[in-house]
């Protein structure tokens, strides 16, 4: 006999559940991630990402829409381009079991939108929030699956930006519905940009950011989709590789009105590398602190899960992003140096006499604890045996940044200040940048905001134009 209940739509579950209290706390800390990412975005803006992003401007109508680092550029262009610079040092924030950066497409589609719509601070913190849970969600749905081979952070973010997106519009629920089916129409990215040297991971995202908010827009003026884009026989889910479980996906999607956001389960990044290396960094870290001469090293063993393994086995990195991306590299230089900072995968740092040859002394071994604690807990234990004999070892099971070994507000904003600072902002520049930010939970109007980012444009042209004029001079 034929169900008389058929099961509804995941999607309907999935904007069921995002219709739940925001509170103060919840958005503090949705402020404390906004000074994270416009850190990272500043100082991407100082890339090789963001010259392409100049150049392509220049083929994009000029609008009255904040661009960091531009005059400003509509909406969707603006998205685009500040979608594109989250992740170009490897600082984005991340949910670890999701493996899902959602900052890097929620937070440029939510302030476009927000300055757009003329949306309150309040309007604009409750969308991070919204943005932030649908793109951990669905990285939870999909599971590791899919990560396998999809760029998860750009797959998902395409949802995550148009329910940030479909809050600042006041959607009614069966829209939302919709502006997921058409975010899940324009999800895109695969894991062959790791593989190979260029700049698609970075215009993935961009692309997410950009096509959620597209889809949001679309699903406004009456444009309809497939309801069950997520679970269908021809889904999103099927077809990247996620079989869709319906009990999970219900025990996922059916929070109570009371339940929390994930937006507190997001981990900050201490260190410009892939996520997937910070385990060996910090293990390093502490052995150095024992105080090894490096020459006295005879061999190192590393064990971490097996993903990490997969992304991260670089024994010779060449460039910049391989050395973010080497955890042969991240051992080497935290041992030989005690930090790991923005100068550490400079041509300079790989080419380091003291850390280039430890690198190939670097055992990589997957690590059984590790591996049946991925991905609820990204591990690492790093054993280094001298020339004399003498052994010493160090194991991460939470590694810095995470829920259970957090780094405080005043280090989030610490690490903000310094990639404002390097990106070319005065210290004084930065600081009114990061109190803005953490006052919008107890502000009205996003005035304030698009006032300091307005004045900082307007003083960096005026530095750049000195600094041409002086070159003239000389």
Known sequence: ????????????????????????????????????????????QTTEVGDVLQRWSRQQAPGNIWVCGHAGLNAA????????????HELDDVHREAVVHPGDTVIPAALALAQRENSSADELL??????????????????????????????????????????????SKSQMQHALALAGMQSA???????????????????SAQAGLVAADLAAAGMTGPLSIL?????????????????????????????????????????????????AIECALHLHAQGFNPAQIDTLRLETYAVALSFADQAFPQTPLQGKFSLQHGVAWALCHGKFGLEATSPEALADPLCAPLR?????????????????RFGARLEVRLKDGRTAAHEVQSVLGDPENPLSPDQVKEKARELLTASGLTS??????????LALPQSQGLGPLWSVLQMQHQSQNVSSAQASDSKRSS
Do not use: N
């Open 126 to 171: 409750q969308a991070l929030v919204i943005g932030y849970e649908t793109g951990i969600l669905l990285g939870l749905l999909s599971g590791p699956d899919h990560y396998a081979r999809w760029y998860s952070t750009a797959t998902v973010g395409v949802f995550a930006s148009a329910m940030a997106c479909a809050k600042l519009l006041k959607l």
């Open 1 to 44: 006999m034929a169900d008389t209940h058929p099961m509804p739509p995941w999607s309907e579950w999935l904007v069921d559940s995002l219709h739940r209290s925001v509170g103060l706390k919840d958005r503090q800390r949705a402020a404390l991630h906004l000074i994270d990412w416009m850190g990272c975005a500043h100082l991407g």
């Open 189 to 207: 990215g695969v894991w062959q940009c790791r593989l190979e040297p260029g700049l698609a991971k970075q215009m993935a995202t961009g692309h």
């Open 428 to 437: 004084l520049q930065a600081q009114e940048l990061m109190a803005t930010c």
């Open 77 to 88: 262009e603006a998205v685009r381009w500040h979608g594109s610079l989250g992740s170009c």
């Open 231 to 279: 679970e269908g026989p021809l889904g999103w889910l099927k077809a990247t590789g996620a079989l869709p479980d319906a009990p999970r996906a219900q025990s996922l999607l059916q929070v109570g009105a009371d339940g929390a956001w994930r937006l507190h389960e997001v981990s900050f990044k201490p260190w410009p590398a892939c996520r997937h290396v910070h385990p």
């Open 360 to 376: 190939p002394r670097v055992q990589l071994v997957c690590g059984q604890a590790q591996e049946q604690a991925y991905p609820q």
